[in-house]
Each structure stands twice: as structure tokens, then as C-alpha cells.
Nanobody
Framework: VQLQASGGGLVQAGGSLRLSCAASGGTFSSYNMGWFRQAPGKEREFVAGIKWITYYADSVKGRFTISRDNAKNTVYLEMNSLKPEDTAVYYC?????????????WGQGTQVTVSS
């Protein structure tokens, strides 16, 4: 499975961005998918996950929405009301299962920078 993340950029606080992660190889519709992020000097952290249901880290709940289009083999992360603390490199990944950690299949990361 290969994952290609895109959609990052520079945005002002309060703004929005939509990240995409296109998958190739494997059976995308059967995968649990997730988004993670890593800020400078911090460990990588879980952001959101989806298979048929969605779940989120408390820090983004109510602001971020994960979704998928199985026909396009793509998972999305809609980010609204962005805060400077959301600044990080965002990665998509195939998860081991609902509520579980990532497999070894990761996208390359896309930078999100939120200015105050």
C-alpha cells in the first residue's frame, strides 16, 4: 500500500484546510485509516481515525472532520477553526484496527502551519 498526502499549507488562525491522502495498492475500503501529526520537538500523535465510524483526539474534536471516499481510494481531513498549536506535519496511515495504532504504511507527510 502506498499513501500520498497533500493539501497542507500556511493559514491564519481561525482558517480552514482540507488534507487528502490517496491510497494505491491493496483494498482501500477494508482499511481503517488515520491521521497523525508531529509538531517540532514533540512526539507523533493521533488526530483522527475512520473505517465506518469516526473518532478523534480530544484536542481536535468539533473542529476536524475525517471522511473517506472509497471510490477514489482517498481519506480526507477537514480542519476548521485552526489554531497555532495545530501547526505540525500531518501524516496519514493505515491503522491496525478500530482504536488501534498505525501499521507500517504511512504517507510522506504534509506541513500545516497556522499563524497567529
Amino acid at each position: 500500500v502506498q499513501l500520498q498526502a497533500s493539501g497542507g499549507g500556511l493559514v491564519q488562525a481561525g482558517g480552514s484546510l482540507r488534507l487528502s491522502c490517496a491510497a494505491s495498492g491493496g483494498t482501500f475500503s477494508s482499511y481503517n485509516m488515520g491521521w497523525f501529526r508531529q509538531a517540532p520537538g514533540k512526539e507523533r500523535e493521533f488526530v483522527a481515525g475512520i473505517k465506518w465510524i469516526t473518532y478523534y483526539a480530544d484536542s481536535v474534536k468539533g473542529r476536524f472532520t475525517i471522511s473517506r471516499d472509497n471510490a477514489k481510494n482517498t481519506v480526507y481531513l477537514e480542519m476548521n477553526s485552526l489554531k497555532p498549536e495545530d501547526t505540525a506535519v500531518y501524516y496519514c496511515a493505515v491503522l491496525k484496527g478500530y482504536g488501534l495504532g498505525p501499521t507500517d504504511y504511512w504517507g510522506q507527510g504534509t506541513q500545516v502551519t497556522v499563524s497567529s
